[in-house]
């Protein structure tokens, strides 16, 4: 079992429509966590990141993080064909190391 | 505002043979890291390098061996390469190793082994 868990996908999405991605982790030292986006053939770039509970907005995202239950979501607002991408969501062990999950692929619609 | 420099981009190697894949950044980072990715399994650690003049074995270090050769730089070395290795291989560097900091990651070099 992997210690970052995400649905594959594929999310589909309308334009301006909420996209809500959803990961569960398994250790439960894990303090804190990031989502990368990644498009097609390029390399991930970081977009949120979170270590408290409840939620954290940044334009339109927002991550949402609840250690009880070991669950992070990422929401997209308003999403945009550029969003277009595969998200990964991202747990640290208790060294800083990264653990990564296989990544939601998101496709909007026009 | 290179960030992380990876090279080559992409490569065709033969069964057999090796070659080493060269990464640097600029941005005066402590911790640098090789991972591989493959398609459904998302990234894995090859290894990793805390600080300059350390390193460490990742999740998948069989076939591979590395170098940090200063603070800058951190290559990958493929002694034999097999279909096996046929991947995307990114490096990545941070600030330092801790739960608080992201990774900032090279363009990547897509390696085909036939």
């Known amino acids: 079992q992997k210690e970052v868990e995400q649905n594959s996908g594929p999310l589909s999405v309308p334009e301006g429509a909420i996209a809500s991605l959803n990961c569960t982790y398994s250790?439960?030292?894990?303090?804190?966590f990031f989502w990368y986006r990644q498009y097609s053939g390029k390399s991930p770039e970081l977009i949120m990141f979170?270590?408290?509970?409840g939620d954290k907005e940044d334009g339109r995202f927002t991550a949402q993080l609840n250690k009880a239950s070991q669950y992070v979501s990422l929401l997209i607002r308003d999403s945009q064909p550029s969003d277009s991408a595969t998200y990964l969501c991202?747990?640290?062990?208790?060294?800083?190391?990264?653990?990564f999950g296989a990544g939601t692929q998101v496709v909007v619609t026009p | 505002n290179a960030g992380v420099t990876q090279t080559p981009k992409f490569q065709v190697l033969k069964t057999g043979q090796s070659m080493t894949l060269q990464c640097a950044q600029d941005?005066?980072?402590?911790?640098m890291y090789w991972y591989r990715q493959d398609p459904g399994m998302g990234l894995r650690l090859i290894y990793y390098?805390?600080?300059?003049?350390?390193?460490d074995k990742g999740e998948v270090p069989n076939g591979y061996n590395v170098s940090r050769l200063n603070k800058r730089e951190f290559s990958l070395r493929l002694e034999s390469a097999a279909p096996s290795q046929t991947s995307v291989y990114f490096c990545?560097?941070?600030?330092?190793?801790?739960?608080?900091?992201?990774?900032?990651f090279g363009s990547g070099t897509r390696l085909t082994v036939v």
């Open positions: 991202v747990g640290t062990d208790s060294w800083g190391k990264l653990q």
């Open positions: 390098s805390a600080s300059e003049g350390t390193t």
């Open positions: 990545a560097s941070s600030e330092v190793m801790g739960t608080n900091y992201g990774y900032t």
């Open positions: 979170i270590y408290s509970n």
């Open positions: 941005m005066n980072h402590n911790s």
């Open positions: 250790d439960r030292g894990s303090q804190s």
